[in-house]
C-alpha cells in the first residue's frame, strides 16, 4: 500500500510559480512511476505530467509543456511539480498519483488533492 501526500498548493497571480511536493509512504518508491494529475471545477480529471520508474522518462501535457517540470528524489520518496507562468487556465486541484511499474498515466494509488489558484 502507498500513501501519498501533496502539499504545496495555493494562491498565485498569474504568471506566478508554485511548487507542489508529493510525499511517499510504503515500500520500494522507486518501483513507482509518479505523476501529476489535475482536475478543475466541473471538468474531468486530467494528467498533467509523469515520470516514469525505471529510465526516469517525462511526460507532459501539451497545455503545461515548457511551463511545468516534474521531478523526483528518490532518496526522500518525494515527487515535485515545479510550475511557471500559471495561468488562470491552471487553476485546479492538483492529485499525486503513483503507478507500479508503468509511466504513470494510469495510477493504482491518489493523493487527496492540494489546490492550486491563478488569479488574473
Known amino acids: 500500500q502507498v500513501q501519498l501526500v501533496e502539499s504545496g498548493g495555493g494562491l498565485v497571480q498569474t504568471g506566478g510559480s508554485l511548487t507542489l511536493s508529493c510525499a511517499a509512504s510504503g515500500p520500494t518508491f522507486a518501483n513507482y512511476a509518479m505523476g501529476w494529475f489535475r482536475q478543475a471545477p466541473g471538468k474531468e480529471r486530467e494528467f498533467v505530467a509523469a515520470?516514469?520508474?525505471?529510465?526516469?522518462?517525462?511526460y507532459y501535457a501539451d497545455s503545461v509543456k515548457g511551463r511545468f517540470t516534474i521531478s523526483r528524489d528518490n532518496a526522500k520518496n518525494t515527487v515535485y511539480l515545479q510550475m511557471n507562468s500559471l495561468k488562470p487556465d491552471d487553476t485546479a486541484v492538483y492529485y499525486c498519483?503513483?503507478?507500479?511499474?508503468?509511466?504513470?498515466?494510469?495510477?493504482?494509488?491518489w493523493g487527496q488533492g492540494t489546490q492550486v489558484t491563478v488569479s488574473s
Open positions: 498519483a503513483a503507478e507500479k511499474y508503468g509511466l504513470g498515466y494510469v495510477p493504482d494509488y
Open positions: 515520470k516514469s520508474w525505471s529510465d526516469g522518462s517525462t
